[in-house]
C-alpha cells in the first residue's frame, strides 16, 4: 500500500492532544520537522505552532498558499465543504463511538453487557437448531439408504 497522506500545507488534520482535542485545523506552514503551523477559523482553532505528534493526519487536502490568511482560508473551507466531508468520512464516525463510549455511564454499560449476552444466546441458539437439524436430515438419508 502506498502512502498517501503526507504532512503538506493545506493538509487537514484532527487535533488529538491538548487543549484543543477534537478539533479540526489546516496546515498553513511547516517549521521544521517536529512542528507546523496550524490554523482552523471555522473550528476555533487559533493559528499556532503544533507540534506533529500531537496531529493526525486526515485524507483531505484544500488547496492554499503558504501562511494563507484567515480570510482566504475560511472561504476555501466553506467553497469546498471540508467540515461535511470530514464528518462523512470513517475516522470522524471511529472518532464519535469512542468519544460515546468513554462518556458512557455505568449503568449504559452495564445495558451493552447485558444485550451482548442476550444476542449471544439468541445465535447459540439458532445455530444449535441448525446442527441439529442438518444431523436428523444425515441419519433419516442413511436409514433411507440401508
Known amino acids: 500500500m502506498v502512502f498517501s497522506h503526507f504532512v503538506e500545507i493545506g493538509r487537514i488534520v484532527f487535533i488529538n492532544h491538548g487543549a484543543l482535542r477534537g478539533r479540526i485545523c489546516v496546515i498553513l506552514d ?4 517536529n512542528r ?7 473550528t476555533g482553532v487559533p493559528r499556532l505552532p503544533m ?9 483531505f487536502k ?17 467553497k469546498n465543504e471540508i467540515l461535511k466531508k470530514y464528518n462523512e468520512s470513517g475516522m470522524a464516525k471511529k472518532i464519535k463511538i469512542q468519544k460515546a463510549r468513554r462518556m458512557a455511564t455505568d449503568f449504559e454499560r452495564f445495558k451493552l453487557m ?8 439468541l445465535i447459540k441458539k439458532k445455530e444449535e437448531a441448525m446442527v441439529s437439524a442438518a444431523t436428523t436430515t444425515k ?4 436409514k433411507k439408504e440401508a
Open 62 to 78: 484544500i488547496n492554499i498558499t503558504r501562511g494563507a490568511r484567515t480570510e482566504q482560508l475560511k472561504s476555501v473551507l466553506e
Open 36 to 42: 507546523v503551523l496550524v490554523h482552523g477559523p471555522t
Open 30 to 33: 511547516v517549521i521544521d520537522k
Open 139 to 142: 441419519a433419516e438419508g442413511k
Open 114 to 121: 447485558r444485550a451482548k449476552q442476550l444476542r449471544s444466546r
Open 51 to 59: 507540534n506533529l505528534t500531537c496531529i493526525k493526519l486526515t485524507k
